[in-house]
């Protein structure tokens, strides 16, 4: 055992303890990132960039490793259920994303299956393949696919998704860096037509915090995941409006625990020390972290 594995044991009781102490059964993780290797890694050699689309910051991956590995670490955090956040950036790429997804999710029995879109031609038919083999969750990334989620190609399958129930959680907030058709309007314009959609607004919307949480409180179908926020990182830079905790504390049942876990610049523990931090008390953080997510996905 090296220096590193120490270190990683010691965070996996770390995180045991945190949730062992609120009595849960283990966590369940909303946004966490499989996809084919291939492709992290490009996700991967971005985040090295410091480019533009994550707001030219420094984002070293703290769990920068191989996908038996990420699945292990995971495990031994004692997340009971996670997921396989992918998502395309052009047209063409979706449905081969799905295809791996369906795989990793028969051979990762705790992974949710997850499936993704892009607004093209066929996106009706795949979603629907992809909901009828079983999918779970759906992602999608405005700001990557550099899309109006509005979009008329989009709009059968919303109302497909919204039908069959099935959660989308949606990186559509400007942060870390705003896109064309990133923030709370064009989400808006989704809902006004499928106000029954299970949408889950990755980030906490970040930095559109406050427009997204008037969504929720809008559409009692929509949800917030907490990935990132209320971190140290984050905060440095998109600060969540202390004047909002109250509207937080109300939507205890709809925040969801999300990480990013592996591309985090920070030990996962941050994340839910984060929370903690929050000082909203034990009920919420049992909410968050384990129960909403349980009865959503019916676990
Ligand atoms: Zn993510």
């Known amino acids: 055992m090296d220096d590193h594995d120490v270190a990683t044991n010691e965070e996996a009781g770390e995180v045991r303890r945190f949730w062992g102490g609120l009595g849960l059964p283990g966590l369940i993780d909303v946004h966490t990132h499989f996809m084919p290797e291939r492709v992290l890694h490009k996700v991967w050699e971005y985040f090295d960039t410091n480019g533009p689309l994550i707001g030219g910051l420094g ?7 191989g996908e038996e590995e990420r699945t292990a670490l995971l495990r031994g955090f004692g997340v009971r259920a996670f997921t396989a956040m992918l998502y395309p950036h052009k047209p063409g790429m ?87 058709h990133t923030g709370p309007e064009p989400i808006a314009r989704v809902l006004a037509r499928n106000p029954k959609l299970r949408l889950v607004i990755a980030h906490m919307g970040m930095p559109e915090y406050e427009e997204f949480l008037d969504l929720a409180e809008r559409y009692d179908q929509v949800r917030l995941d907490t990935t990132m926020a209320f971190t140290d990182f984050t905060e440095d830079f998109m600060p969540f409006p202390s004047r909002a905790l109250p509207r937080l504390a109300a939507l205890g049942d709809r925040i969801l ?22 000082d909203l008390g034990p009920d919420w953080l049992r909410a968050v972290c384990h129960d909403n997510a349980h009865s959503l996905f019916g676990l």
């Open 257 to 278: 625990l999300g990480s990013d876990f592996p591309s985090i610049p920070y030990p996962y523990l941050h994340q839910l020390h984060a929370l903690e931090r929050l």
């Open 94 to 180: 979706a449905r081969w994303l799905n295809e791996w997804a369906a795989d990793f999710a028969r051979r990762t029995p705790d992974c949710l299956h997850t499936a993704t879109l892009h607004p093209e031609p066929d996106v009706e038919t795949y979603v629907r393949e992809a909901v009828e083999a079983g999918a779970r969750v759906f992602k999608a990334h405005v700001q990557v696919g550099g899309y109006d989620p509005a979009d008329d190609l989009l709009r059968r399958t919303w109302g497909l998704l919204a039908e069959a129930g099935v959660p989308v959680v949606i990186h559509c907030g400007s942060g870390p860096a705003p896109g064309k």
């Open 59 to 65: 984002w070293p991956i703290t769990y920068r490793k």
